[in-house]
């Protein structure tokens, strides 16, 4: 390989450089050095490409077998640092990301990570057998009946499947560390009652120390007793102490070190399921069933009421951004509440007035504009903005539809995570999403050049380019609902997966797509790494 030095930016620059390696963690591949540097693997004949961020610019890369770091690797950037590494034992790299899979033997239904201690929070639920409870007491009228031994039972007269034994799931909630992936501490729950929610929330532990905020873990639950008895629920709150608070005797044997604990703080019954939980300057919002109300945790271990709002049916999601609420319904779309501490109260900004089975929610911030992506159970996205000042809002009262798609997979938890910003110095932020087929993505906003760059190219790709199966991708994106729309639709969501494609066209379709659209090649690609 050749290498050529230049100035750019004040920064020396060095062409990438294929490195071969042999053995890496058991692996053989491909090491690609430069700017954007990534491994290169085909393990069962299939190659993948996995980025490698733990540096912006590597420079050189070589295989490294010693005891203190078997089948590792060291690599060297740009400002000259060295790092000495190790692949992750148990990882497949047979997939687009890499992946490592944690048996629990149990079902983990929520997950939460708490910082200040580094450990993990998981709802897990397991099938136990269903205890019956037996009458203690006889009526006088009755006589009791004699015991009857196993011997003396007819199998023609017991019921249907008497071996089949009614079975119900038993919750936990189980703290785990991330270095062992072991079970450190359990908080079982009671008889039939179901976890629904588990955040990681910021509580004000004192009223007169209104800065100082503490993490609690907190737990919304619902009790499943049949369709004959009222569903009610709990909010409870749990602290977890640090290994650092707790004693540990010098002379222990070896494997008792001290682990990190959960701790009870307080419980409070709800007349409704705990559906969603969130913290908003240092108070917890909760949403049970068709209610929202603002909680103060004081010291006391007590929740004390401050505001509410009657919301249409059930909520199913409730984001927070500064002292904004957003809140999706189960089929009442979604609204957008504003929290005022001064005043202790809940008003309403803005909603969507039409019907809407929501599935989760979450903001996503470009320049100056407020939007908000909604999943519904339609397998689509919705873009809604609250614009006061637009003219289909109809003073702020509704929420301005942007932008909606169809991503054929059934979306259930979204994200926000920040982007930085762009050459102007213009904030923004991207949704990231996982969705029931287990597929991971992302929703970013563009500028409107871009956009404009990029649907062009999109359009110019669905007429020139063979499709699987001779579908048409344009028309599958295409908004599905149920019921007719009494507004216009808004396709003004890019298709990630159709684009991307363009990277890997031979050279001469890149140049004829791009000079049909009036740009080149690297102008494209360069608004791809933009997005990506």
């Known amino acids: 390989s050749t290498s050529s030095s230049s100035s750019t930016s004040g920064e020396k620059y060095r062409s990438p450089k294929l490195k071969f390696f042999e053995d890496v963690g058991g692996r053989k591949g491909i ?120 011997e003396d039972v007819d199998p023609k007269t017991l019921p249907l499947n008497p071996l089949v034994d009614p079975m119900d799931d038993q919750f936990d909630l189980c703290l785990i560390d991330p270095h062992t992936w072991e079970t450190v501490d359990r908080s079982p729950m009671q008889r039939y009652e179901h976890v629904l929610c588990v955040e990681i929330c910021k509580l004000k532990s004192n009223q007169d120390l209104r800065e100082a905020l503490k993490q609690y873990i907190i737990v919304g639950t ?40 959960l701790k009870l703080v307080a419980a409070k019954d709800q007349k ?26 004081s010291d006391a271990s007590e929740l004390t009421g401050m505001a509410f709002y009657d919301a249409s049916l059930y909520i199913v999601s409730m984001k927070i951004l500064k ?123 563009v500028e409107e050049l871009v956009f404009k760059r990029l649907m062009a190219l999109q359009n110019r790709m669905v007429n020139s380019l063979d499709h699987f199966g001779g579908l048409n991708p344009k028309a599958f994106r295409n908004l599905k609902q149920e019921f007719k729309l009494i507004r216009n639709v808004h396709p003004n969501i890019l298709d990630g997966e159709l684009l991307y494609r363009y990277v890997h066209l031979d050279l001469n379709e890149q140049k004829r797509l791009a000079r049909q659209i009036g740009t080149t090649p690297e102008q494209i690609i360069d608004n791809l790494l933009e997005i990506d």
């Open 31 to 150: 090491f690609l050095c430069g700017n954007r540097p990534a491994w290169l693997l085909c393990e069962r004949g299939y190659p993948r490409i996995h980025p490698q961020t733990l540096d912006k610019f590597i420079t050189s890369f070589s295989s490294l077998n010693f005891p203190a770091c078997p089948k590792g690797f060291v690599t060297l950037n740009s400002e000259g640092l060295m790092k000495v590494c190790n692949w992750p034992v148990g990882s497949n790299t047979e997939m687009e990301i890499i992946v490592k899979k944690i048996p629990q033997r149990q079902t983990v239904h929520k997950i939460a990570f708490h910082v200040e201690t580094n450990t993990y929070a998981v709802a897990t639920s397991t099938k136990v057998r269903r205890t019956i409870e037996k009458r203690q007491e006889q009526p006088p009228d009755e006589m009791p009946q004699p015991e009857i031994k196993e």
């Open 222 to 261: 619902g009790f499943l007793n049949g369709e004959d008895v009222a569903t009610r629920g709990r909010i409870i709150i749990y602290e977890v102490i640090p290994i650092e608070n707790q004693y540990h005797d010098p002379n222990a044997a070896p494997g008792t070190e001290p682990k990190p604990l």
């Open 272 to 297: 409704g399921p705990v559906s969603a939980l969130a913290s908003i300057g240092g108070f917890l919002s909760v949403a049970i069933g068709p209610k929202i109300i603002i909680y103060n945790f």
């Open 323 to 445: 002292g904004y609420i957003l809140c999706g319904d189960v089929y009442k779309s979604v609204f957008l509440l504003r929290w005022k501490e001064n005043a202790k109260s809940l008003t309403l900004l803005s909603k969507d007035c039409h019907p809407l089975s929501v599935c989760d929610t979450e903001y996503m911030v470009f320049q100056q504009s407020l939007n908000m992506v909604v999943s519904d159970l339609n397998m689509n996205f919705q873009v809604y903005q609250y614009a006061p000042n637009a003219v289909e809002s109809r003073g702020g009262q509704l929420l301005v539809s942007r932008a909606d798609f169809h991503l054929g997979s059934r979306v259930e938890s979204m994200n926000i995570i920040p982007m930085g910003t762009l050459g102007k110095d213009i904030f923004r932020t991207a949704v990231s999403f996982g969705s029931m087929d287990g597929s991971l993505g992302y929703i970013a906003p």
